[in-house]
């Protein structure tokens, strides 16, 4: 477990794009989806990522009917705003949408999807915070942005701070070590991974080295990624989200951690 905002939250979470359909609802497996993501929290992984653009909200109705068994306090739930909502009043309707589809009275970590270069940070700033000031959200963040969109919306916002920034990190797409993630860490920033799991496309240059950790691929990733970020793979089989589970108690010391650098760099 580790510290996001004031809770401990699975250093590995659980990302749902694609459960409940893409970009429009899709219900035909919506009770095995559901059974899923209680399978993932009754396994110790409490931390639970969606969008209002996830299946057209769907993703997050579904969330909100799995969570109905579980105490509120012990999850945590990361949505997220889409760009086109990002002025002020868009903004406090996408949120309450959200609470509504949860079925939750606040959002964990709320966080701007993209970046929109045309609605400036501050006015969609203001509006999170105004929601953080109510209780509807406890945490602000932010996803896909890079150093210079960062250091803005750090610079606009009122109250609190940034505490999270979700981008895309795996073995393929390594990049942001070596400049995001030392900005972000040095400003206590947490890197929240998606598609850590590279859409099911593991690095085959890690088929040695885990073997000789004693690891399958997916747990030597996973445990190569969750060292300086929270990875949040999709899983809706439980098999998946047993490789997931297992992977919670791994930890690499330093010399793994940095030869598995050394391989992916090769």
């Known amino acids: 477990m580790i510290k996001l905002g004031d809770k401990e939250v699975s ?3 659980l990302g749902t794009y694609g ?6 609802p899709d219900y035909k497996n919506d009770s095995g989806e559901i059974e899923a993501i209680k399978y993932a929290i ?20 579904l969330i909100g009917k799995a969570i109905k068994d579980f105490n509120r306090e012990d999850i945590f739930i990361i949505s997220k705003v889409w760009p086109t909502h990002l002025h002020y009043d868009d903004v406090i309707k996408s949120a309450k949408a959200s609470l509504k589809r949860l079925d939750t009275d606040y959002i964990d970590l709320y966080l701007i999807h993209w970046p929109n270069p045309k609605i400036p940070v501050k ?88 073997k ?24 809706s089989k439980i098999a998946h989200i047993n490789d997931i589970v297992t992977s919670l108690n791994i930890d690499l010391d330093v010399n793994e951690y940095n030869k598995i650098r050394e391989i992916i760099r090769k």
């Open 11 to 13: 250093n590995i979470g």
């Open 19 to 24: 459960m409940g359909g893409k970009t429009l």
């Open 42 to 61: 009754k396994n110790n992984i409490n931390l639970i990522d969606t969008a209002e653009y996830y299946s057209g909200g769907h993703s997050e109705e």
């Open 123 to 210: 006015e969609t700033l203001d509006a999170m915070d105004e929601l953080m000031k109510n209780g509807l959200i406890k945490n602000i963040g932010v996803s896909n942005f890079d150093i210079g969109t960062l250091k803005e919306a750090m610079d606009n916002l009122k109250n609190g701070e940034i505490i999270a920034n979700e981008v895309e990190y795996n073995l393929e797409n390594y990049y942001i070590e070596d400049d995001l993630m030392p900005f972000c860490e040095s400003k206590h920033i947490k890197i929240i991974g998606y598609s850590p799991l590279n859409h099911g496309k593991i690095n085959n240059k890690i088929d040695n080295i885990s």
């Open 212 to 235: 000789s950790l004693g690891m399958t691929k997916i747990q030597c990733e996973l445990a190569y990624l969750k060292k300086k970020s929270i990875p949040i793979p999709k899983a």
